[in-house]
Nanobody
Framework: QVQLVESGGGLVQAGGSLRLSCAAS????????VAWFRQAPGKEREFVAA????????AYLDSVKGRFTISRDNAENTVYLQMSNLKPEDTAIYYC?????????????????WGQGTQVTVSS
């Protein structure tokens, strides 16, 4: 049974930082591309960042470039999203998603597996 479990969300003031984690089980993690998406109330789910299985490639939403960093530890079956200089507009539920043997798609429909999400709230 494949599981993706996000953690690390919370309430933070604008300008603060959080690190999200996505722990995977039940799949050969090292062959999956992984992405973070987010969904704010009343809005569509939005691509945030992606990382290839080899760690060599990453991609970001323009508005988070320079503030967010995606990384992964294949030995620990975990992907991270380090978020710095957070803004109120970053407030959303953050989801991780996995795609077998591909990476970088910005369309959420391309992904095979999803986590349950973790809430990030940034106060002004």
């Amino acid at each position: 049974q494949v599981q993706l479990v996000e953690s690390g969300g919370g309430l933070v003031q604008a300008g603060g930082s959080l690190r999200l984690s996505c722990a995977a089980s039940g799949l050969t993690f090292r062959i999956y591309g992984v992405a973070w998406f987010r969904q704010a109330p009343g809005k569509e789910r939005e691509f945030v960042a992606a990382i290839s299985w080899s760690v060599a490639n990453t991609a970001y939403l323009d508005s988070v470039k320079g503030r967010f960093t995606i990384s992964r530890d294949n030995a620990e079956n975990t992907v991270y999203l380090q978020m710095s200089n957070l803004k109120p507009e970053d407030t959303a539920i953050y989801y991780c998603a996995a795609d077998r043997s591909r990476w970088g798609f910005r369309d959420s429909r391309e992904y095979d597996y999803w986590g349950q999400g973790t809430q990030v709230t940034v106060s002004s």
